[in-house]
Structures are given as C-alpha cells and as structure tokens.
C-alpha cells in the first residue's frame, strides 16, 4: 500500500509547498510513488483522512491555524515540519507578542472590518511549541534536495540525517573567503545550520541566517564579535532575529 501524505500550509508565503511543485523533473514519480490525499496548492478535491505523513509548512499564528495543526498531528503517524516558519516562527514571529495589534493596524488600517473570527491572531510560533514534531527540514525555502532525499528516505522508512553543522563549514569547503574575518561583515554563519552549500557566502553576500539556528547556537559569542566590528546593536538584533525570533529571544 503507498504511504498515504497530506501537504498542508498555515501562516506563510507557500514557498516551501511551490519547491515541491517546482520539483518537475520528479514530480511525477513523487505523485506516483504515494497516495496524494490533500496538498491544497495543486489539488481541487483534498481528503481530510488518516495520513501517513504530513508535510506542514507555516507558523502557527491564528487560531485557525492552531486548529488546523492540531488536527493534522491526531491524523498523522508522522509530522514533518517543512521551512524555516514552521520550524523557528521565521518571518512571521518577527512580530512579537505585544506587536499584533499594531501590525494590524498599520497594515490593514484602523477601520478595518472583518468576519467574526478571522483575525484571531496568536503570536507566532513554530509547530514544535503546540504539537509533537518527527522532522523538522528548515530553509527559506526549503532546498529541494533535502525535501526529496528526506521524502525518499521516509519512503524507505527512515528518517533523513540533515546536516547538524554551521553554514562556516560549508563556506570552508568551498573554500571561500570568510567575509566576517575578511570584511568584518555581520554573517551568521556560525549560528545557522548548513544544508544550502553556503550560498550566499559564496556569492559574496553575508548569511542572514534563513535556515535558522545550530543546536548550541551561540548568540552571545556572535553579538559580542558584531559589537567589536563596531555594529549597531539594534541591527545585530534584528538580524539574529529575522528568520529564528523566538530561538534568539530565548538565547538573550
Ligand atoms: S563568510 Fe560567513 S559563513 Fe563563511 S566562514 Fe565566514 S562567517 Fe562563516
Ligand atoms: S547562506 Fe544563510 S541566508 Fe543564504 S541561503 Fe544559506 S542559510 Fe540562508
């Protein structure tokens, strides 16, 4: 029997489920190597069923989306995270706690009438913080090799290995210039987890962290370096936050 998989998104930009359709080379297999049951961005008739796995993009930052999520997880054997939001809050937790309303307002404006209910606005977070999470694949978006190794590894009844390594040993390997000890530019390298082949690096450009953090991710160290370049403290702190607010803020 194929693997039954549903593909879901909460509060995002979609860009991680439009990998997978972009995938056109493999798409076809992938669609014949498993029983589609709901993926929304290309599907018209999606069935809410048990699941074998679920691949669920976004953060959790309305109601709705708690909801949805928390209905996916009582379906699904396993739950896999895709993309930076649904991993780390990424963009979306850049609006903190206390900044919902004023969010709203200055982009929807003060008058704004909407349906009872739809802006049930939650902080955003990642799934990990409301449901059990099997794998989490971060990247902004996601890199499509690591979502077609990890899906055939499920398929094959393994979970995939990610890299647990920084972004640094990327750039090392390609040999790069270290644009931080060259330039003294604010790349975060040392915090963010590899598995894009340090591409911005290697084009020149300072990481922004968009896959999110390593594990023992060490901000201080990172600030206090930053800070001695002589960069402005609040824009280091944006930056650490941009893609991983709600990991940054614990680290503080
Ligand atoms: S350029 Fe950035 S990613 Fe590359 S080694 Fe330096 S700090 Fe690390
Ligand atoms: S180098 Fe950094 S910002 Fe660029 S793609 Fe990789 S993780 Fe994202």
């Given at each position: 029997?194929?693997?039954?998989?549903?593909?879901?998104?909460?509060?995002?930009?979609?860009?991680?489920?439009?990998?997978?359709?972009?995938?056109?080379d493999?798409?076809?297999?992938?669609?014949?190597?498993?029983?589609?049951r709901?993926?929304?961005?290309?599907?018209?008739?999606?069935?809410?069923?048990?699941?074998?796995?679920?691949?669920?993009e976004?953060?959790?930052a309305q109601?709705?989306?708690?909801?949805?999520?928390?209905?996916?997880?009582?379906?699904a054997?396993l739950?896999?995270?895709?993309?930076?939001c649904?991993?780390?809050?990424?963009?979306?937790?850049?609006?903190?706690?206390?900044?919902?309303?004023?969010a709203?307002?200055?982009?929807?404006?003060?008058?704004?009438?909407?349906k009872p209910?739809?802006?049930?606005?939650?902080p955003?977070?990642?799934?990990?913080?409301h449901?059990?999470?099997?794998?989490?694949?971060?990247g902004?978006?996601?890199?499509?090799?690591q979502l077609?190794?990890?899906?055939a590894?499920?398929?094959?009844?393994?979970?995939?290995?990610?890299?647990?390594y920084?972004?640094?040993?990327?750039?090392?390997?390609?040999?790069?210039?270290?644009?931080?000890?060259?330039?003294g530019?604010?790349?975060?390298?040392p915090?963010?987890?590899?598995?894009?082949?340090?591409?911005?690096p290697?084009?020149?450009?300072?990481?922004m962290?968009?896959?999110?953090?390593?594990?023992?991710?060490?901000?201080?160290?990172?600030?206090?370096?930053?800070?001695e370049l002589g960069?402005?403290?609040?824009?280091?702190?944006l930056?650490?936050?941009?893609f991983?607010?709600?990991?940054?803020?614990?680290e503080?």
């Amino acid at each position: 029997m194929k693997p039954r998989v549903g593909i879901y998104g909460l509060t995002s930009c979609a860009g991680d489920q439009l990998v997978l359709l972009n995938c056109e080379d493999e798409l076809l297999d992938i669609v014949a190597a498993v029983d589609l049951r709901s993926f929304v961005m290309a599907q018209s008739d999606p069935a809410e069923t048990e699941l074998d796995v679920a691949f669920v993009e976004g953060a959790v930052a309305q109601l709705r989306d708690l909801r949805m999520l928390q209905d996916i997880r009582q379906r699904a054997a396993l739950l896999v995270a895709i993309g930076t939001c649904a991993t780390w809050g990424g963009i979306p937790a850049l609006t903190g706690e206390n900044e919902v309303a004023g969010a709203k307002r200055r982009v929807y404006g003060s008058g704004i009438k909407a349906k009872p209910g739809f802006f049930e606005n939650l902080p955003p977070t990642p799934l990990s913080r409301h449901v059990k999470v099997d794998l989490a694949v971060p990247g902004c978006p996601i890199e499509p090799e690591q979502l077609l190794t990890g899906l055939a590894s499920l398929l094959h009844g393994d979970l995939p290995r990610l890299p647990k390594y920084p972004v640094c040993a990327e750039c090392k390997m390609k040999e790069n210039s270290c644009l931080l000890v060259r330039d003294g530019a604010a790349c975060l390298g040392p915090l963010t987890v590899a598995g894009c082949g340090a591409r911005c690096p290697s084009l020149n450009r300072p990481c922004m962290g968009c896959r999110g953090p390593i594990e023992e991710a060490n901000y201080f160290a990172e600030y206090r370096r930053l800070m001695e370049l002589g960069h402005d403290p609040k824009e280091i702190r944006l930056r650490l936050q941009t893609f991983a607010a709600p990991a940054a803020a614990l680290e503080a």
